[in-house]
């Protein structure tokens, strides 16, 4: 037949054949797990038959849409239709200036779909349908054309039929490929996401501090992106390493996978409290997509931005390299900044031992130049990437060791950033000190939540007293934070340059301590304590025994240092897990943080150390005018401690009456009690956080005989009493 006439039923059709042997019908319907189609009720589509005609079309209340007369063969469904509602986290990530999103009002009522299944796997049993229809599981990626800010595909027991489309050539390439004269059900999977929860409120909580960390040693992973530099054929980009910062928040977490590894070689399990969100609110990779953004593109030198260059500094290789990594995400509520501690261990242990003091030129006293040379190419990262998608969310900030010293300095140097006024909340963990007093008086109004473990040395470094150039000590001292106990050692005995100001710690510190009791009890407090004895054993200890700038005992120094309590894994992560666990049953028990019997074994021990510093003190002040003048400095600084004891002991009594609330354990997110409804038994439900870990436990009924509390590094069980007269 050759007769054709105008279709102005469908004006996307510009001519359709009209032939009595070629017309067919198909019809869908689509669907969410629960069967419904109420989320998709009205949706506008465009059908492409096999001849490359085209049908466009609303479904109806059902959720169907229907062909008629169309030629035979399979058809293409594509919903193409922008979001044009009023949301404003739709809204902005449409029209931003950088890498704005192709949104579709098919992916906005995705997200407000839910998961049948509470892990988020797909649905196995095939629903009953009228009439034999054909039923699939779909994403929204298959029935869109723009799919590169969208998840990756997830494992499917119905997947669409691919020879539905090879059939169809070039015309099935997009959409959904149906097979006519059927009634076909697309089942779309939820476009939800998994977000790590956290607090935006500047106060302390026990929430940031336990997932703060979990994000700072993940800024030890790579950035993991396939191909790792793309190039002018590269077209997609895959993110599938694992552990790797990439296959956190551009693959896994995007597809509603809970992921609990942030380093390679971590064996115990510790899972983030995730909350599941609007794929759109998740914490975000750009998308990667040479067609739609010309950033994407090569240069005429062969450069070209893609999402690793965005989001992950990895500054290494050059001979102006720092050796920093650190990676940078946001949505919404938040920009999370993480930087990595010390890895790489020659480079990254020169940069820790490069104490010389320099004018921190953005604000105002003198900070460690290795940490300041790292910070200010951090900053340079950070900065590039808030231009592009600062639009006032809060800064979340977080580092370990080395990393947190460098976040200390970026924090400040954002905070003083001029024409802007960013909120920032930075937690650190084993943190050396990184500037003077000066530094940190000026720094004073940063929200800065500084943890160390209980016997961790590296926050004792460097000691205040230094301030010289790395070459004065020679290339053994980069095992300073490499290894610990050799390090320190050779660091302290090369000190000679004791001009400028004392370096200081800044921030609020959280001080993680195990108390031991009898019959292999152990419990862990997580507070403040205001004495040097307990705060910074290397530091205090190397104070009162420095003989000529030389430490007197060496392996009493290496016996109390003890480096695995600098570990993130192996330290850190446990403890910040045991302060939450802890917090959380407080909250719920309505009790305090610290137990009577906690009390009375601390304040025991806390009695007998101000009596050996009082008799040392004594000892010195007995001797004749000349010695007293002598060791004056010793005299001073004891009877300094003997008045923080005091106060140690005093906040100590504060944590025994004081109850636990929700915003102390959750922050801002106490004030959200659905979203805490919705993720607290996700995260309970793993083993490893309902199993009776004793330091996360307050204490049974006193024994017979208790221990004293433990206020050393030693090994968890072992009965110690620290005796200041043995490190004279």
Not at 336 to 355: C, F, H, M, N, S
Request: proline share 6%; charged share 25%; with cysteine.
């Amino acid at each position: 037949m050759t007769s054709m006439e105008l279709d102005l039923e469908h004006p996307l059709s510009a001519r359709k054949l009209t032939c009595p042997t070629g017309g067919k019908w198909t019809s869908f319907q689509l669907v969410d797990e629960f069967c419904s189609s109420e989320p998709y009720a009205g949706l506008a589509y465009i059908a492409t038959d096999s001849e490359g005609m085209k049908y466009e079309g609303h479904l109806d209340a059902k959720g169907i849409g229907k062909l008629e007369n169309h030629f035979a063969g399979p058809v293409s469904v594509l919903f193409e239709q922008a979001y044009e509602g009023k949301e404003a986290v739709y809204l902005r990530i449409k029209e931003r200036p950088h890498y704005p999103l192709k949104i579709t009002e098919l992916q906005v009522r995705a997200e407000k779909t839910r998961y049948r299944n509470p892990d988020s796997t797909r649905t196995r049993e095939r629903p009953a349908l009228a009439d034999g229809g054909d039923y699939f599981q779909v994403e929204v990626r298959h029935l869109v054309r723009h799919v590169s800010h969208l998840p990756p595909e997830v494992f499917r027991h119905f997947p669409l039929d691919s020879g539905c489309a090879a059939i169809m050539l070039e015309h099935g390439k997009i959409g959904a490929a149906l097979m006519p004269n059927r009634h076909t059900v697309l089942e779309v999977r939820p476009l939800r996401a998994l977000r790590p929860l956290l607090s935006t409120d500047t106060s302390f909580c026990a929430l940031n501090l336990y997932q703060l960390a979990l994000m700072a040693t993940l800024s030890y992973s790579p950035f993991g992106q396939q191909p790792a530099i793309p190039s002018a054929d590269t077209q997609t980009l895959k993110f599938s390493i694992q552990p790797s910062v990439g296959n956190w928040f551009g693959d896994a977490l995007a597809k509603c996978e809970e992921l609990w590894k942030v380093d390679s070689a971590q064996t115990t399990a510790f899972y983030p409290l995730y909350e599941d969100v609007p794929y759109s609110r998740r914490l975000e990779i750009i998308p990667f997509d040479p067609t739609l953004y010309a950033e994407n593109r090569p240069t005429p030198e062969g450069e070209l931005e893609h999402p690793a260059s965005v989001h992950f500094l990895d500054d290494v290789g050059d001979k102006d390299s720092t050796d920093t990594q650190a990676f940078i995400t946001h949505n919404d509520e938040l920009i999370l900044i993480a930087v990595r501690g010390t890895a790489e261990k020659i480079p990254d242990g020169l940069r820790d031992a490069d104490a010389l003091q320099v004018s921190f030129t953005e604000g105002e006293g003198h900070v460690h130049r290795g940490f300041y040379e790292a910070a200010q190419k951090a900053a340079t990262f950070a900065t590039a990437y808030l231009d592009r998608f600062y639009i006032g969310q809060k800064l979340l900030i977080c580092g370990h060791s080395l990393g947190g010293a460098i976040t200390l300095l970026l924090s400040e140097m954002l905070r003083r950033r001029a024409g802007f006024n960013y909120d920032i909340q930075l937690y650190t963990y084993g943190a050396p000190r990184a500037g003077d007093r000066r530094f940190v008086e000026a720094a004073g109004e940063l929200v800065h939540y500084r943890m160390v473990n209980h016997n961790d040395p590296v926050p004792s470094v460097p000691g205040s007293w230094m301030n010289t150039k790395a070459d004065v000590y020679g290339a053994g001292a980069a095992l300073t934070f490499v290894n610990v106990p050799v390090g320190l050692s050779l660091f302290v005995a090369g000190i000679t340059n004791w001009t400028g100001e004392a370096y200081g710690h800044h921030g609020a510190l959280r001080h993680a301590m195990p108390v031991e009791f009898g019959q292999g009890q152990v419990s862990s407090i997580l507070w403040a304590p205001g004495c040097d004895t307990i705060t910074q054993h290397a530091a205090c200890e190397m104070a009162v025994r420095q003989r000529h700038g030389l430490p007197d005992r060496p392996s009493l120094l290496k016996q109390l240092l003890d480096g695995g309590h600098h570990s993130m894994t192996g330290a850190y992560i446990p403890a910040c897990w045991a302060a939450l666990r802890r917090w959380q049953e407080a909250q719920e028990a309505g009790r305090s943080l610290v137990t009577d019997r906690e009390f009375e074994l601390i304040e025991s021990a806390l009695q007998r150390i101000t009596g050996q510093l009082r008799k040392r003190r004594n000892e010195l002040t007995g001797r004749p005018d000349s010695a007293v003048r002598a060791h004056q400095k010793q005299i001073d600084a004891l009877s300094r401690e003997v008045d923080r004891v005091d106060s140690t002991r005093q906040r100590l009594a504060t944590l025994r009456y004081r109850q636990v609330k929700a915003e102390d354990v959750y922050g801002s997110i106490a004030g959200h009690p659905q979203r805490l409804a919705e993720s607290l038994p996700r995260w309970q439900a793993h083993p490893q956080n309902l199993v009776q870990e004793q330091l996360a436990m307050a204490p049974d009924s006193p024994a017979d005989d208790p221990l004293l509390a433990t206020l050393s590094g030693r090994t968890i069980g072992a009965p110690y009493t620290l005796d200041l007269d043995s490190f004279i």
